[in-house]
């Protein structure tokens, strides 16, 4: 079965820097768009990046220049590198699946790991 498994999460100071890593499993992970989300206490859950199998990428507004998502296909590892912290990147972090090859709506992520926190502090 699928299997997404976070890490890299921990706790920096403003201005710092991050690297998230997601081990995938149980699939053919070369196929799929995957992303990353994030969900702060007390708010909605957000898109942060997105790569599809082309390795086209999007991101949120707020970490344009900031983040950048990549993908190891022999590895089977997504990645997030989170520079320039801010205090408002303070989120629980999640990396999915998505059903198809191209990211289109959140919809469409039907695979979820259990998260990592990311605490950034001013």
């Known amino acids: 079965q699928v299997q997404l498994v976070e890490s890299g999460g921990g706790s920096v100071q403003s201005?710092?820097?991050?690297?998230?890593?997601?081990?995938a499993s149980g699939f053919t992970y070369s196929a799929y768009c995957m992303a990353w989300f994030r969900q702060a206490p007390g708010k909605a859950r957000e898109e942060v990046a997105t790569i599809d199998t082309v390795r086209r990428t999007t991101y949120l507004d707020s970490v344009k220049g900031r983040f950048t998502v990549s993908r190891d296909n022999a590895e089977n590892t997504l990645y997030l590198q989170m520079n320039s912290l801010k205090p408002e990147d303070t989120?629980?972090?999640?990396?999915?699946?998505?059903?198809?090859?191209?990211?289109?709506?959140?919809?469409d992520y039907v695979d979820w790991g259990p998260g990592t926190q990311v605490t950034v502090s001013s």
């Open 91 to 107: 989120a629980i972090y999640y990396c999915a699946k998505s059903r198809y090859y191209i990211c289109r709506t959140e919809l």
């Open 15 to 23: 201005g710092g820097s991050l690297r998230l890593s997601c081990a």
